[in-house]
T-cell receptor
């Protein structure tokens, strides 16, 4: 079945550092890929998405590129802020759009 | 007002009790989902519903049941709660009929079973 593997956390960075959170997936067909963010005490919010190979999703300075050849969708940000501290989830939706499969989440902690 | 609401937000109960968690949405979406979140395990799908008459089991449906009372309402029940059902529960919706494949989440219900 489908699966998503993302790097374990916590990832601890200083403000203005470069961020990469790795995500790889296993799926049949042509899934859509997502990054969701969960701030403390809140539900998940969609951060960005990509629906086909080589698409780049971007939002709030975060980017991720759908790489079919490496089955990856790594999240990057050039300069993190304290307010980016949250848990980040990589997820995929099968080609039938029926359900989402989530990774286990990566906690990001940004210090001033 | 929030588009996806969950009640209650927090609940403490005892082993063996019946519990119902409720989810309502004002987004007009056709699909609704229930997940549980456990530390280190991410989100796991319990049940999902494509419309009022179409309900499907997810990865971890044992010990849970659901009811889709209307397009806007989707309830999750624990018939006889046990301590390992202590978790954070999320409801989500998606707009498949209008081509959407992302899901929109409620704020969560923190359930503790003693």
């Amino acid at each position: 079945g489908d699966s998503v593997t993302q790097m374990e956390g916590p990832v601890t960075l200083s403000e203005e550092a470069f961020l990469t959170i790795n995500c790889t997936y296993t799926a049949t067909g042509y899934p859509s890929l997502f990054w969701y963010v969960q701030y403390p005490g809140e539900g998940l919010q969609l951060l960005l998405k990509a629906t086909k190979a080589d698409d780049k999703g971007s939002n709030k300075g975060f980017e991720a590129t759908y790489r079919k050849e490496t089955t990856s969708f790594h999240l990057e940000k050039g300069s993190v802020q304290v307010s980016d501290s949250a848990v980040y989830f990589c997820a995929l939706s099968d080609s039938g759009y029926s359900t989402l499969t989530f990774g286990k989440g990566t906690m990001l902690l940004v210090s001033p | 007002d929030a588009d996806v609401t969950q009640t209650p937000r927090n609940r403490i109960t005892k082993t063996g009790k019946r519990i119902m968690l409720e989810c309502s949405q004002t987004k007009g979406h056709d699909r609704m989902y229930w997940y549980r979140q456990d530390p280190g395990l991410g989100l796991r799908l319990i049940y999902y519903s494509f419309d009022v008459k179409d309900i499907n089991k997810g990865e971890i449906s044992d010990g849970y049941s659901v009811s889709r009372q209307a397009q806007a309402k989707f309830s999750l029940s624990l018939e006889s709660a046990i301590p390992n059902q202590t978790a954070l529960y999320f409801c989500a919706t998606s707009d498949f009929l209008r081509g959407g494949n992302e899901q929109f989440f409620g704020p969560g219900t923190r359930l503790t079973v003693l």
